[in-house]
C-alpha cells in the first residue's frame, strides 16, 4: 500500500492542523497507522498510532490532550487532527503503515514496525 500525506503549512502557535493520509494500491482496513515526525537534526519521533481492530489509539506524552488520531476505512484514509500547536510540533509529518502494531503488546509508536511509509508533510509553527 502507497501512502501520501497531505495537509501540512504554516500556522501560528496556539493554531490547529489536519493532516491526511490516503491509501493506495491496497487497503488500509486491516493495517495498523501511525504518525510519526522528525523535527530538524533530532531523531523520528513516534506521534500517535491507531489499531485497524477496534480503532483504539496511543499518543506520545508530548501530544496527549492537544492530538486526535482517527481513520475513516470508507475512505481508504487515516487523519491526524493536531490543535494548539507549539513550535516544538515543528517538523516534517509521516504517516505509516503495518499490521498489528498499535497493540497492547507493541509499542506501536518506533519507526522499526512499519514498513509502509509516505513521503511527508512539512508543518511549521511559528509567529
Known amino acids: 500500500v502507497q501512502l501520501m500525506e497531505s495537509g501540512g503549512g504554516l500556522v501560528q502557535p496556539g493554531g490547529s492542523l489536519r493532516l491526511s493520509c490516503p491509501g493506495s494500491?491496497?487497503?488500509?482496513?486491516?493495517?495498523?497507522i501511525a504518525w510519526f515526525r522528525q523535527a530538524p537534526g533530532k531523531e523520528r519521533e513516534g506521534v500517535s498510532c491507531?489499531?485497524?481492530?477496534?480503532?483504539?489509539?496511543k499518543y506520545a506524552d508530548s501530544v496527549k490532550g492537544r492530538f486526535i488520531i482517527s481513520r475513516d476505512n470508507s475512505m481508504n484514509s487515516a487523519y491526524l487532527q493536531m490543535n494548539g500547536l507549539k513550535p516544538d510540533d515543528t517538523g516534517v509529518y509521516y504517516c505509516?503503515?503495518?499490521?498489528?502494531?498499535?497493540?497492547?503488546?507493541?509499542?506501536?509508536?518506533?519507526?522499526?514496525?512499519?514498513?509502509?511509509w509516505g513521503q511527508g508533510t512539512q508543518v511549521t509553527i511559528s509567529p
Open positions: 505509516a503503515a503495518d499490521f498489528m502494531t498499535c497493540r497492547e503488546n507493541r509499542n506501536g509508536l518506533e519507526s522499526h514496525e512499519y514498513r509502509s
Open positions: 494500491g491496497g487497503l488500509l482496513d486491516y493495517n495498523d
Open positions: 491507531i489499531a485497524s481492530s477496534d480503532g483504539s489509539a
